[in-house]
């Protein structure tokens, strides 16, 4: 197929641009992929030898904000629309695109207003992927034509030995949004013990910034950092930077859902306490997890090796790739 992929988060576009190249459809992507080969920033490496046509891409930068026109000539050059996450896109563009395939992937990000506005084009033949069976739980819930996680190439993440006896978590803006991504607890549940917060725009929170990572850093860090402590991200049932650290096999204590404050969170429900992470309410038992995998190697290794088995049977991505595969399939038999 010819894939028309509008973007909104550029580390899913990545790994979504590359499968789908892999899966032998042609891709032009809106945002940091326009071009694979020189990406329009660095979190992510270039994608080489997958599909680019100059004519295509500059139209696709006309795409300049969330539900901008889409040109004609990229309406006509595509089978499939897919649009990441986004539902600005289909109001404005939906009577020039409604006669292609048009799907909606979600990223974790979608709330009662969200599922409005998909109720009514699914209505119309919109396809709607989910990342989560825990979306199912979000107010007014338009349903899904698919359920299909975001994916981690176990060969990619892989190698935890825990070297370093510190406890981490990745995120952006962390303090500034605290109320989507709850520093206050990460602050109080790690105070005392060695501790980093790494990402972008975390300036704000002093020693406690480990500053950005590349791609290969983040990577070194997971593999050698001892405990990764996850907040969750409001409305998200899980994130990239959870699947990362799951996968690689870097020990998770989780906050639960009491604590994140919404209903649709999965990841506290993705952990079997003490067998492949911990996860609690409290935030006496949360520093008491910390405490007893930095202190306990034994215990740390035990939880790593089970949290990756987890995080395989879960985010592989030879599984991903076959379902995804198997929808596109299914679409042509329409």
């Not at 576009?13 to 590359?18: L, M, N, R």
């Not at 089978?79 to 006669?99: M, R, V, Y």
């Not at 899904?144 to 006896?165: C, L, M, Q, S, T």
């Amino acid at each position: 197929m010819k894939i028309l992929y509008l973007s909104c988060h550029s580390i899913a576009e990545y790994e979504e641009v590359k499968l789908l190249n892999e899966l032998g459809h042609q891709v032009v992507s809106q945002g940091v992929y326009r071009n694979p080969a020189r990406p329009g920033e660095d979190s992510r490496p270039p994608l080489k030898d997958v599909f680019y046509d100059e004519k295509l891409a500059n139209l696709a930068g006309k795409l300049t904000y969330w539900g901008a026109p889409i040109p004609e000539k990229l309406v006509e050059w595509c089978d499939l629309i897919f649009i990441h996450g986004i539902e600005a896109w289909l109001p404005t563009n939906w009577k020039t695109i409604k006669h292609k395939h048009v799907v909606f992937r979600s990223i974790g990000q979608a709330v009662e207003r969200t599922e409005h506005v998909l109720a009514l084009f699914r209505r119309e033949g919109l396809k709607i992927v989910r990342y989560s069976p825990f979306e199912r739980s979000i107010p007014d819930y338009a349903g899904e034509d698919a359920f299909i996680r975001f994916y981690k190439d176990p060969e990619e993440y892989k190698g935890w030995i825990g070297n370093v006896k510190q406890v981490i978590t990745i995120a952006q803006s962390m303090k500034k949004r605290d109320d989507a991504l709850k520093f206050h607890i990460f602050d109080k549940a790690t105070r005392g013990f060695p501790r980093k917060l790494y990402g972008h725009a975390n300036e704000d929170t002093g020693k406690l910034w480990g500053g950005e990572l590349s791609y290969e850093e983040l990577k070194q860090v997971l593999r050698e950092s001892r405990v990764f402590f996850y907040t969750c991200t409001f409305p998200a049932p899980y994130t990239m930077a959870f699947q990362e650290a799951f996968m690689t096999g870097t020990p998770v204590v989780a906050i639960g859902p009491k604590l994140a404050g919404w209903g649709w969170i999965e990841v506290p429900y993705l952990i079997d306490n003490g067998i492949n992470g911990f996860t609690s309410d409290s935030l006496l038992e949360l520093r008491g997890y910390v405490s007893k995998l930095l202190e306990d190697e034994d215990l740390a290794k035990r939880i790593s090796a089970e949290g990756r088995k987890k995080a395989i049977e879960l985010f592989d991505k030879n599984k991903i790739k076959s379902e995804w595969k198997a929808f596109f399939e299914s679409l042509k038999e329409v």
